[in-house]
């Protein structure tokens, strides 16, 4: 996984709640069996007029010029301003990844889905949950000012505006290390593997009819 | 006081190791593996040289992309295809304790097979890539949905890294009027509580209406906890639960068997135990549900009518409501009684169960689709539900009726396979999502349960079920 230290970037908003994961990448795009390739087709109802599938050369295709995502202002934003309950709906993990392979690598909202939240971390994107009040007032500032940029600095959980108004965040200190060292969970999880087998051993001793068949065999 | 919950006992049984943040490692008994969210796991796996930790815990299946129209006898769709191949490679390689391959009698929907061929057994960790793992909560399990990196990490490791929830119960007081259903009882859960109600909390649904329902209506109404934002629903075991399971194949035989009852019995929550939040619904005043936007919580009943978008105080739910209404083609205003249907669709995680197509035929029994509706189609959720729908003469009623009887599958749930609505079509459906494009781009969805979907296709538009029943139901 990519580690997240310090990103200086433009923002792009997306103003819509309830944002689900059919909506970042529909499921057309899941019959790939691979994780890379799904940037062009991230949000594809909303940016494109026509119908996507999959393998299409999406430079080609008619874009809507309403999509917030197709404004010449927001080309090369690496963080996007979020509505409440983004990434709900399916556990796909495709939508990080489309995120991730658009170019996103931040995310600012006042909250997200579990699934996905969590999904999130595991590819290395960071979601930030920040009080409604606070995301309603960077919404207004990103709108107004083109070219509108913050710097989030992960080590001291703050976020820096062009006015250099630094607002913190919270975040779960084993994501945070984890973002910071680029860790794969695995290996993490992997140093205890005694552990998790001393475990087994008594659970399967206690609870002997989750292992019936694989006695048996 | 050491009162636990469910969700508590379950999590201290499956507990490996903990942080001092928290932060915990969670058991896994049962894995769950379906084409769509599998492949790049196990090419993971693979890159790194890493073998799965335990196979006898993995069951799978393919039922995203197949094909559900039995004269179709291969995956047309090279795409599609090509990720059933990948799951058969998959499980060919590395191994599982049962595989219900595309042609199987026993393959179907992950979440319905695995209760079906008693993979899931109460108490379990259940794990899936795939949102609505939360139906097999229905018997006690923590069941999770996961993604496609913690199904990797569960092939190699057999734990989930995972925070405790919250505990939440809602209570279902009262008993349920006649044709109201499980999928109106979740369906007016989701409209109290909303779509993000439950985020960060295990939902324990308790209550004498829920106790009153089948395994069958427990599984649709955990099915849908993630559409109230909580990845976890469950219920705590009780005789049902335990009857449910006798005869399941790979459920415990004999004295396994009782050993299994006396620790399954302890399954529910303590007396004395205390939720964070606790949300109380009166069974009586349930109606038939119907949705009329494109999130979940946009519902109201039959008797209602599609709501002004100005009637929301809220400036981000008045602009989520007018873009619902201009997206499903509705004027505020609007009887939902009046709105016409163009398909109808009965199947899904949610509604595809035997009891779910007994109460659709019971409505359809003698009576013909409306020649305004287009197509409706009837998916069982497995081979199994397939075969005994078809030996009580289920199927008949729906061919006569001018339904098509598919082969199991998810279909036009989520619509990866040939199943979809074209754009601006309208669909009364019993699977769970109604977002934009779910049944196919343009597509317009509105939920409800088996019941009203037959009513639907019968009318042409959406009407009262209960107008329809037989007096004796
Ligand atoms: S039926 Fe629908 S919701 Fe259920 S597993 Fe299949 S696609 Fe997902």
Known sequence: ?217 | MNAKTLYDKLWDAHLVRQEPDGTALIYIDRHLIHEVTSPQAFEGLRLAGRKPWRTGSIVATADHNVPTDPSETEIRDPISREQVVTLDQNIRAFGALRYFPFHDPRQGIVHVIGPESGATLPGMTVVCGDSHTSTHGAFACLAHGIGTSEVEHVLATQCLIQKKAKNMRVRVDGSLPPGVYAKDVILAIIGRIGTAGGTGHAIEFAGEAIRSLSMEGRMTVCNMAIEAGARVGMVAVDDKTLDYFRDKPLAPKGELWEQAVDYWRTLVSDPEARFDREVVLDAATLKPQVTWGTSPEMVTDIEGRVPDPASFADPVKRDAAERALAYMGLEPGTPIGEIRVDQVFIGSCTNSRIEDLRAAAAVVRGRKKAPNVKRVLVVPGSGLVKKQAEEEGLHRIFIEAGFEWRDPGCSMCLAMNADRLEAGERCASTSNRNFEGRQGAGGRTHLVSPAMAAAAAIAGHFVDVRELLPASV
């Open chain 1, 1 to 217: 996984m990519e580690k997240f230290i310090r990103l200086d970037a433009l923002v792009a908003p997306l103003d819509r709640a309830n944002v689900d994961t059919d909506a970042i990448i529909p499921k057309q795009f899941l019959k790939s069996i691979h994780r890379s390739g799904f940037g062009p087709y991230l949000f594809d109802a909303w940016r494109y007029l026509d119908r996507g599938e999959p393998g299409m050369d999406c430079s080609k295709r008619p874009k809507n010029p309403d999509f917030v995502l197709n404004q010449p202002r927001y080309q090369g934003a690496q963080i996007l301003l979020v509505r409440e309950n983004f990434g709900c709906g399916s556990s796909r993990e495709h939508a990080p990844w489309a995120l991730l392979d658009y170019g996103f690598r931040a995310l600012i909202g006042p909250s997200f889905a579990d699934i996905f939240y969590n999904n999130c971390f595991k590819n290395g994107l960071l979601p930030i949950v920040l009080p409604a009040e606070e995301v309603d007032r960077l919404f207004g500032e990103c709108e107004a000012a083109p070219g509108y940029r913050l710097a989030i600095d992960l080590p001291s959980q703050s976020i820096t505006t062009p006015e250099d108004r630094v607002i913190s965040f919270e975040i779960d200190s084993f994501r945070k290390e984890c973002l910071l060292n680029g860790w794969d969970d695995i290996g993490l999880t992997l140093r205890h593997a005694d552990e998790i087998r001393r475990f087994e051993e008594a659970y399967r001793a206690r609870h002997p009819y989750y292992f019936v068949e694989e006695s048996a065999a």
